[in-house]
């Protein structure tokens, strides 16, 4: 799909900008980037006492964060999404925002088939099982598998005619994401946000949404 060379898009274009907007813009730090060979050069953020919560999506089934840590999340999505306030970013970098790498890249292809797929091998077969007799959960996992559906994951990650559209992250979960702690209390201080391959310029409540 293209998401490192949306990377460095993100870390060329946009970066600077956000940076210059936000000196204490809460994003890992990029010293070099490389279209070439799709080479990005990131500081070491592991050295300043940040580390990952947990290792891969499995992890989620224990309770990883406290109100603290969830409470400092939407903290740092505001001063992110505040960095980008007032800049049509469509219009400023068309060549990296214009399509949606997930959704729209190479007419999306990959995703709406996975989607369909996913739909079709184990939301439906599951919501037969389990559910048989209940119409309306059948029918809301077949449209899963629709057109429809996926036309409206589109349109979620579109910049909206009504209210506020920023920079988003776009892949917006606890593993794209590095705490720093204080070492005896445990407590949440500092949070830096990681991986931009899917950012978009949309409204700031889809960020909310992943997380």
């Keep these: ?62 309770n990883v964060l ?28 068309p060549t990296v925002f214009a399509e949606d790498v997930m959704f729209e890249k190479n007419d999306g292809t990959l995703m709406k088939n996975f989607i369909r797929q996913s739909g079709e091998k184990t939301l439906v077969p599951l919501t037969k099982h389990h559910f048989q007799g209940n119409e309306r959960l059948l029918k809301s996992s077949l449209w899963f598998t629709t057109e429809e559906f996926f036309q409206a994951l589109v349109d979620i990650c579109k910049p ?31 949070i830096k946000l990681i991986d931009f391959q899917l950012c978009r310029f949309t409204h700031g409540s889809t960020d909310l949404m992943d997380f």
């Design 160 to 190: 909206k005619q009504k209210g506020l559209n920023v920079l988003c992250h776009g892949d917006c979960w606890v593993n794209n994401m590095m705490f720093k702690t204080d070492p005896d209390s445990g407590k949440p201080l500092e």
């Design 66 to 93: 406290s109100m603290e840590h969830i409470y400092l999340v939407a903290k740092t999505l505001a001063r992110f999404h505040a960095a980008s306030y007032e800049i049509d970013w469509v219009e400023k970098f």
């Design 1 to 62: 799909m293209e998401v490192f060379d949306h990377e460095i898009g993100f870390f060329e274009n946009c970066a600077p900008i956000l940076s210059a907007n936000c000196p204490k813009v809460p994003i890992v730090k990029c010293f070099a980037t490389n279209s070439e060979t799709g080479i990005i050069y990131m500081e070491d953020l592991k050295v300043k006492n940040f580390t990952a919560m947990i290792r891969c999506i499995a992890d989620l089934k224990e």
